[in-house]
C-alpha cells in the first residue's frame, strides 16, 4: 500500500503544476495503470521501489516521443508503464542500447504500455514513450510515463 501512496503523490505533485482536463485525463490514466501494475506485483512477491522522480506527462502530437536516457544496471528490474488522455489512440514504449540498436519493441495497440526491463548487462540505454496514434481529428494528446523498480 505504501508504493501506491507513493504514486499518488508523485503525481499529485505534478497535478498542482498542470491546469488542464486532458492533463488531468492523462495524468489519472497513467496513476491508474501503474497502481493495477503495482497491485499485480506484490500480490505475485515483488517489492516495489517508485523513485522520487518517477513520472511525467508531456503534450506531444502524433509521431512524438518522450525519451528518457540512462544507465541501466545489470540485473535490475525496471517497469516502465505509459498511458495518455482521451485523445491518443497508442502509445507505444520502445527500448534501445547506446548505438541505438532496437533491444525491446513495446508497440500494442491502445493506449497503455509496459514494460520489464531486466538487462544482463550494465549499459547506456534509451527508451522511447511514443504516441503513435491519435483519435480523428485530434493533432496530439498528453501521455505520461512511469518507471519503478522491482525486486523479490
Do not use: C
Request: glycine residues 8%; negative net charge; aromatic residues 12%.
Amino acid at each position: 500500500m505504501k508504493r501506491i501512496l507513493s504514486i499518488v503523490l508523485i503525481f499529485s505533485i505534478i497535478v498542482l503544476i498542470t491546469g488542464t482536463a486532458t492533463e488531468q485525463e492523462a495524468i489519472d490514466n497513467v496513476i491508474t495503470y501503474a497502481t493495477a501494475a503495482v497491485i499485480y506485483l506484490q500480490d505475485q512477491g515483488y517489492y516495489v521501489e517508485v523513485p522520487e522522480d518517477a513520472g511525467q506527462i508531456f503534450y506531444l502530437e502524433k509521431g512524438q516521443y518522450i525519451k528518457l536516457d540512462g544507465t541501466f544496471y545489470e540485473g535490475t528490474n525496471y517497469v516502465i508503464v505509459a498511458s495518455g488522455d482521451s485523445k491518443a489512440a497508442d502509445i507505444d514504449i520502445e527500448v534501445y542500447d547506446a548505438e541505438w540498436n532496437l533491444i525491446f519493441d513495446g508497440n500494442t495497440n491502445g493506449i497503455d504500455a509496459d514494460v520489464i526491463l531486466t538487462p544482463n548487462y550494465t549499459a547506456e540505454m534509451h527508451v522511447m514513450v511514443k504516441l503513435s496514434a491519435t483519435k480523428s481529428g485530434a493533432a496530439g494528446a498528453y501521455v505520461g510515463f512511469m518507471l519503478f523498480y522491482i525486486s523479490q
